[in-house]
């Protein structure tokens, strides 16, 4: 049952109606962020990476979000400490489904909150002597934690606290890396800013101060995943697929990673993105400092999967091309297998994507490997050269949205009626009692992994399983 | 590499199995040994040991500075929460923007509904010259999309570090035409190292009542028969308010809860997405003033606004999230009290199957060993139910829980022998109470989500009764209150308890001569 009731909507036209809502300063605003696909063009024609507007319910996060919750949070054998009150590291507790393998609490922390709590005269007096004491407890307790990062809520920087002189005191002390965090909330204008401050971070206090273990011994097939956060088990369903291809994955950055693998990666022959978003900027520095090569990949969906692993495998020798080639060949049977199952069930229906980091592009072509159609994708918080990477996915007439309100959104989907609608947790339920399907595209709605040719199995299933429930047909009550 | 691939489309394998299949693991272990430099299994294993004994426990409650897994959250949750209680009200968060998607998410987590709220949205340049500018453009965009009735203001901690004066701001923002002179634009400063989302809404509560009720004090003012009632932060909020209606139609008293989110927290799925819904409302926010009286179900979350009604001259009565027997039987005669009806027939009716239930099921509960955490007011009423069923409470943890709220635990635990094991442990948290079970073992942890990490490690199953619950579905939707909610919880319990049992006892041929049919 499709429950696609206009598929012939003046995209347009729609946009500017929905614009007339605004007060006439926002308005202007806004509409330099809302734009619908041209033919060959060079970009998506919308301003990005600029501050939300007040009062208009943004998706977006803050800088805090990017560090801790995305970049430094997955790393498992670290202690985060969430520093400032306690909110932030409560609300970012366990949430973001990095998956890992360790003994919580022992020799790996990501699903546990530390906080240094800040009370009123920890703001009145600095918190630097309280945080003094947050480490030498932390090592005391967890003796086993191979570092610590020191996560910046909003007061830190406000309240002139010096929290890279303690981390330099403490580390000497602690004989450990101790690694502060610029990140307070409000610098900048959403989550990225905190990717690219902690990727900084990653520059500055782990390439600068440590050096790769000794022992380590290099092969010419050494490689990273760099921008995988291990959602579901992502970074494994693609380490898995790199693995038999032959190469080495001596890093993941940062699902399921490591204080080692972090110090290790300048030994890789090149470095393989996922996610562009976050993660470009240490890749670019490596580059810069050791010569290490970076290549972007998508494993999302059969297409880009085949084409990414041959884009990889060209880096190498043609021992690995010939892997590469065996590898697709032996996933092909189960890959056409779930073709055949899910698309006739999603062939030609219609998703809109909204969501943050690489997703509003690369799962694009997924979908289109099941039959589904796009009809408008945006991004939280992408940079223009988001933007430049999108046209390559989705076809002219493409509703593009940057940093759409949930106020756009709702009156875009409502006009619209897509049979799917993929973001994320604070608009599932208002799409849902629209009586429209809908999957979260962070968590992977508790579900996943959808990289890599197991994931895709998954992704297909859900997809399936999200727009023919029959919950939808009873929504209408016969009286 | 072996032909045969795990994952199928025929049988489509879950992170949970798929993880498991061979491939997999000979690829954690190759990961874990070349790669990771981790310590030693051996160590693992001794460290891990050395964190459940009584050494490790002494260490741990020796913490000054560092806080672990706490039980509480920030003040402006909470405040969101009270507002939006209020019918057409929007949260406006006054501050940095990625703390208003941090509420949203962690409410909508909860209770599986959308949650609205908007940011001012402040970034650098606010922080050196301040949010006005934010406030006033704020205030005209949410007002212009989002048609509230009522827009309720609180702050992050980022407003409150650099002094951002709410009063002074909306007035301004009025004088700028951002919303008409007369909309409501309640307020409340939510400092975040301040307290705790108890506080919050506390703060938010107060803050509308202050609008519509005005400043001074006001002793004089004529009474009428009804009585307010304030519900507190609460998970089962959409359950237990609605209980509290049908405890009020059947006494045939006017009941007037300040701060309803029932509906608000469960709109309906018939294809229109209701950004609003239900709520006290205006005009009854300002007839409230009048009422005789304000009962509180949660001393923590009301203890200014209770003070605030007092000024009012309304006689105020606080609890600490009745429940259970004695519990709702305080709660009835306290409305029988204030209001002069008796507490009808139906509720002692109620209250006799509820009697029944608790009898037929007493053995299972005799003597049972919990711990319970949560915020102090939940752990309190949780506390005095258990003691009631012959269970007994032996660790009370709450990290929002003062030096009074330990005391006002001690005082329930001494007053039954099913208390001689309790203690109450203020201002700790939930690595604290790892180790106190793991040095002083419970048969049942009750509490959160976050708790099912405390069932990981020390195999004590856990019961999930208080916000938030993340990982099992719409308990919120049943009653916690009252004789009804009383028999949920109790059931929710037993559940628990019997699961656990089986559980123990279905291995064929060695324990399953009492996996017994009949229990």
């Known amino acids: 049952m499709s429950l696609s009731e206009n598929t012939t909507v003046d995209v347009k036209n729609l946009v500017n109606e929905v614009l007339e809502a605004y007060p006439e300063k926002s308005r202007k605003r806004r509409a330099k962020h809302l734009n619908v696909l041209e033919a060959e063009a060079k970009d998506c024609g919308v301003k990005s990476n600029v501050k939300s507007i007040p009062g208009v319910m943004t998706i977006r996060g803050c800088a805090y979000a990017g560090s801790k919750g995305v970049v430094w949070g997955p790393i498992k054998d670290m202690i985060h400490i969430s520093h400032g009150p306690v909110g932030c590291g409560y609300y970012s507790w366990s949430g973001r489904r990095n998956y890992y393998i360790g003994d919580t609490g022992v020799d790996s922390w990501g699903t546990m909150h530390f906080t240094s709590d800040f009370q009123e005269k920890d703001i009145v007096f600095g918190g630097d002597k309280k945080l003094h004491k947050v480490i030498e407890e932390i090592n005391e307790l967890f003796p086993l934690v191979n570092g610590i990062s020191i996560q910046s809520e909003c007061p830190i920087g406000l309240i002139g606290d010096d929290i890279e002189a303690v981390a330099r005191a403490k580390s000497a002390e602690i004989g450990k890396p101790v690694i502060p965090v610029r990140c307070e909330g409000f610098r900048g204008v959403s989550q990225s800013l905190g990717h690219h401050i902690a990727n900084d971070a990653i520059r500055d206090w782990v390439f600068e101060k440590t050096e790769p273990k000794a022992g380590f011994v290099s092969t010419p097939y050494d490689v990273t995943i760099i921008g995988d956060y291990n959602i579901g ?6 380490r898995i697929l790199l693995e038999e291809i032959g190469l080495r994955v001596i890093a993941q950055w940062s699902g399921d990673g490591t204080m080692a693998e972090l110090e290790n990666t300048p030994k890789a ?211 | 590499m072996t032909d045969k691939l795990s994952q199928s489309a025929d049988k489509v394998l879950d992170h949970y199995t798929l993880f498991r299949q061979p491939e997999y693991a000979a690829m954690f272990e190759r990961k874990k040994t070349e790669f990771e430099y981790g310590h030693s299994d051996e160590e693992v294993a001794r460290v891990s040991e050395w964190t459940k004994s009584e050494d490790y426990k002494a260490k741990n409650f020796a913490r000054e500075a560092v806080v672990i897994n706490p039980t509480k959250a920030c003040q402006p949750i909470g405040a969101m929460f009270a507002a939006q209680g209020f019918e057409g009200t929007l949260p406006f968060v006054h501050g940095s923007q990625g703390c208003v998607a941090y509420y949203r998410t962690h409410l909508t987590r909860h209770f599986k509904e959308p949650n609205s709220a908007v940011s001012s949205s402040m970034t650098e340049d606010a922080a050196v010259f301040g949010g006005l500018n934010n406030m006033i453009d704020g205030l005209a965009n949410a007002y212009a999309l989002y048609k509230p009735k009522m827009i309720a203001v609180m702050t992050t901690c980022m407003a409150e570090v650099i002094g951002d004066d709410l009063q002074g701001f909306i007035a301004n923002a009025k004088n700028k035409e951002s919303v008409p002179a007369d909309f409501p634009v309640p307020y409340a400063h939510t400092p975040a190292f301040v307290g705790s989302h108890i506080v919050g809404y506390d703060n938010m509560i107060k803050g509308i009542l202050t609008n519509f009720w005005g400043t001074s004090e006001n002793f004089d003012t004529p009474k009428t028969e009804q009585i307010n009632l304030i519900p507190g932060f609460d998970g089962f909020a959409v359950g237990n308010n609605r209980e509290l209606k049908r ?247 037993l559940d628990r308890i019997f699961e656990d049992i089986d559980a123990n006892t279905n291995i064929v041929g060695q324990t399953d001569y009492s996996f017994d049919l009949i229990r």
């Not at chain 2, 139609?249 to 709109?267: A, C």
């Not at chain 2, 009745?322 to 409305?335: A, H, I, N, Y």
């Not at chain 2, 019961?463 to 028999?487: K, M, V």
């Open chain 1, 233 to 238: 088990g992502d970074a494994w369903s693609s």
């Open chain 2, 247 to 493: 405890i009020a139609g059947e006494f045939g008293l006017k009941l007037q809860i300040l701060s309803d989110v029932s509906d608000n927290f469960d709109t309906p799925m018939d294809g229109e997405y209701r950004m609003y819904d239900g709520g006290t409302t205006i005009e009854e926010t300002k007839e409230a003033l009048h009422a005789k009286a304000t009962i509180s179900m949660q001393e923590y979350n009301t203890t200014q606004t209770l003070q605030f009604c007092k000024e009012k001259g309304q006689e105020v009565a606080k609890f600490n999230y009745p429940m259970g027997v004695t519990g709702t039987d305080e709660l009835l005669l306290k409305l029988a009290e204030l209001s002069g009806k008796p507490v009808p027939a139906s509720l002692k009716l109620e209250r006799g199957r509820l009697v029944d239930a608790i009898a037929d099921s007493h053995t299972h509960m005799h003597g049972k060993r919990f711990a319970v955490y949560g915020d102090p007011d939940f752990c309190l009423g949780m506390t005095k139910f258990l003691l009631e069923l012959g269970a007994e409470p032996v660790h009370i943890l709450s990290t929002s829980g003062s030096k009074k709220w330990e005391k006002q635990v001690q005082k329930a635990l001494d007053a039954s022998p099913f208390g001689a094991s309790g203690a109450a442990h203020g201002g700790k948290d939930l690595w604290h109470l790892r180790s106190l079970i793991f040095t002083d073992k419970v048969d049942y942890i009750i509490g959160n989500s976050y708790g099912k990490y405390l069932e990981r490690d020390t195999k004590v199953p856990l019961i999930r009764l208080t916000y938030p619950i993340f990982d099992r579905h719409h308990h919120h939707r049943y009653p916690t209150w009252g004789y009804q909610g009383a028999l949920n919880v109790l059931v929710r319990i």
């Open chain 1, 269 to 479: 022959k090149v470095n393989l993105i996922h996610c562009y978003r976050s993660m470009n900027y240490i890749a670019r520095h490596m580059e810069e400092k050791f010569n290490i090569p970076w290549m972007e990949y998508n494993f999302f969906g059969p297409s880009q999967i085949a084409e990414s692993l041959r884009k990889i495998a060209a880096l190498f020798d043609d021992k690995i091309k010939e892997n590469a080639e065996k590898v697709i060949a032996r996933y092909q049977p189960m890959v056409d297998a779930v073709i055949a199952k899910y698309k006739p069930r999603l062939d030609g229906k219609k998703v809109m994507i909204y969501v943050g980091g690489l997703r509003p592009r690369h799962v694009v072509d997924a979908y289109h490997d099941l039959g589904m159609e796009i009809i408008g994708t945006g991004y939280e918080f992408a940079h223009n050269d988001d933007y430049q990477r999108t046209p390559h996915y989705v076809k002219e007439g493409t509703l593009i949205y940057d940093d759409v309100t949930a106020f756009e959104l709702e009156k875009f989907v409502e006009a619209m009626r897509p049979d799917l609608v993929a973001s994320g947790i604070k608009e599932k339920y208002v799409f849902q009692k629209m009586g429209l399907p809908f999957r979260q595209m962070h968590s992977w709605d508790y579900s996943g992994p959808y990289h890599g040719y197991d994931g895709f199995a998954i992704f297909a299933r859900d997809m399936d399983l999200a727009i023919n429930n029959p919950v939808w047909g009873v929504m209408k009550a016969p009286f």
